[in-house]
C-alpha cells in the first residue's frame, strides 16, 4: 500500500501564498506520476497539477504562471508552491500519486483545505 500524507493548507488573504506538501510512504517503488487536484463544494475533482518521474509538468489553466509543482525524490515529497491566490482556489486540495501498474492505480491523500479571502 502507498500512504500519502499532506500539509500545508490554511486560511490566506487574496494575493497571498501558500506551500502544500505532500510525502510518500510505502509500497512508493512504482509510483510513476505525482499531482495536485482540488474539489470546491458543489463541483468535481480537477487537476491543478501533475509531475512526471521524468520532470515533466502539466498545470491547469487557471493556475499557470501562479502555482509550481516540484519533487523532492530523497524525501518522497512533492510540493504545491500556490502564489498569488484568488478566492476561487478555494476548495479541498488533494495528493495524488499514480502507481505504474496494469491498470494504473491511483493513490489519494485525506485532502487539506485552502480558504482565500476577499
Known amino acids: 500500500q502507498v500512504q500519502l500524507v499532506e500539509s500545508g493548507g490554511g486560511l490566506v488573504q487574496t494575493g497571498g501564498s501558500l506551500r502544500l506538501s505532500c510525502t510518500a510512504s510505502?509500497?512508493?517503488?512504482?509510483?510513476?506520476?505525482r499531482g495536485w487536484y482540488r474539489q470546491a463544494p458543489g463541483k468535481q475533482r480537477e487537476l491543478v497539477a501533475a509531475?512526471?518521474?521524468?520532470?515533466?509538468?502539466n498545470y491547469a489553466d487557471s493556475v499557470k504562471d501562479r502555482f509550481t509543482i516540484s519533487r523532492d525524490h530523497a524525501k518522497n515529497t512533492v510540493y504545491l508552491q500556490m502564489n498569488s491566490l484568488k478566492p476561487e482556489d478555494t476548495a479541498v486540495y488533494y495528493c495524488?500519486?499514480?502507481?505504474?501498474?496494469?491498470?494504473?492505480?491511483?493513490?489519494w491523500g485525506q485532502g487539506t483545505q485552502v480558504t482565500v479571502s476577499s
Open positions: 495524488n500519486a499514480v502507481e505504474l501498474r496494469l491498470p494504473p492505480k491511483d493513490h
Open positions: 510505502g509500497m512508493i517503488g512504482r509510483i510513476n506520476a
Open positions: 509531475s512526471t518521474s521524468g520532470g515533466n509538468t
